[in-house]
């Protein structure tokens, strides 16, 4: 089985320091999903994409 995605859960005031991270660890481009725009979040689910 091939892992294509990898979805992590990160609190908003960890973005700053995570999304670099996330694009040297992978090299690849990171995909932010907010799960409901209109609400004050605390946490956003960013996707990494692993494969094609």
């Known amino acids: 089985m091939e892992i294509k ?4 859960t990160i609190h908003v005031n960890q973005l700053d ?5 996330y ?4 090299g690849k481009p990171i995909e932010i999903r907010w799960e409901a725009p ?3 979040l605390e946490f956003a689910v960013i996707g ?5």
């Open 5 to 8: 995605d990898v979805y992590v």
């Open 48 to 52: 990494i994409r692993l494969g094609l």
């Open 17 to 21: 320091e995570a999304l670099p991270f």
């Open 23 to 26: 694009r040297e660890l992978t």
């Open 38 to 40: 209109e609400l004050e």
